[in-house]
């Protein structure tokens, strides 16, 4: 299967935006929920939000729901991370992953991507 492949990290400012791009040529099914996780230095990887790729239902942890929004393009096959008023606590690697519907275990997982955000 073609890899999930993230994009558009980088250093930004507390109060930017940043929109984090995920790469989902090989899955991008009705049957597909594409998720963001996130791993800051020294701390375990924490799940972020995820996307149902039928209907584009989407479900976000308290600490960036009224922040970050997820998104997809159907024609594209790309998922969307769109992370507004960062703060530096929201440095971390950025990861895409994918899970079948119904299924808890995230089977596929992209490389990563960076955000740093300086105060």
């Known amino acids: 299967q073609v890899p999930l492949v993230e994009s558009g990290g980088g250093l930004v400012q507390a109060g930017d935006s940043l929109r984090l791009s995920c790469a989902a040529s090989?899955?991008?099914?009705?049957?597909?929920?594409m998720g963001w996780f996130r791993q800051a230095p020294g701390k375990e990887r924490d799940f972020v939000g995820e996307?149902?790729?039928?209907?584009?239902?989407?479900y976000y942890v308290n600490t960036v729901k009224d922040r970050f929004t997820i998104s997809r393009d159907n024609t594209k096959k790309m998922v969307y991370l769109q992370m507004n008023s960062l703060k530096p606590e929201d440095t971390a690697v950025y990861y895409c992953?994918?899970?079948?519907?119904?299924?808890?275990?995230?089977?596929?997982w992209g490389q990563g991507t960076q955000v740093t955000v300086s105060s």
């Open positions: 992953a994918r899970r079948i519907v119904g299924n808890t275990r995230w089977a596929n």
């Open positions: 090989g899955f991008a099914n009705s049957y597909d929920i």
């Open positions: 996307i149902r790729w039928s209907d584009g239902d989407t």
